[in-house]
């Protein structure tokens, strides 16, 4: 079965951080792009970071830039979210999604395939 699997979120004091996994189950990211996205309670889905595997380039939104890190491991078809200073509105469900034809606008991943279930991130204050 061709699918993402997030894991990696938790409960984290403000400033701390906290590494988020994306990983491809029954393929690889060879020819994708795959960004992370996050939900928070009663607020729209927002991208925060994305990647592209051809070129390893990475985009971020405002919310991340300076903070949070993509990158990916093709050996283990993994794409990591790494984010540091974390601070309480962080706090929300990410979800990470890969597509071959999507493409990438301020750090938002668009016409993606595929969408994982989502690890949940909590900052307390």
């Known amino acids: 079965e061709v699918q993402l699997v997030e894991f990696g979120g938790g409960l984290v004091q403000a400033g701390g951080s906290l590494r988020l996994s994306c990983a491809a189950s029954g393929f690889t990211f060879d020819g994708y792009a795959v960004g992370w996205f996050r939900q928070a309670p009663g607020k729209e889905r927002e991208g925060v970071a994305a990647?592209?595997?051809?070129?390893?380039?990475?985009y971020y939104a405002d919310s991340a830039e300076g903070r949070f890190t993509i990158s990916s491991d093709n050996a283990k078809s993994t794409v990591y979210l790494q984010m540091n200073s974390l601070k309480p509105e962080d706090t929300a469900v990410y979800y990470c999604a890969a597509g071959v034809n999507a493409y990438i606008i301020a750090g938002t991943l668009y016409a993606y395939e595929l969408r994982g279930q989502g690890t949940q991130v909590t900052v307390s204050s």
């Open positions: 990647i592209t595997d051809y070129d390893q380039r990475t």
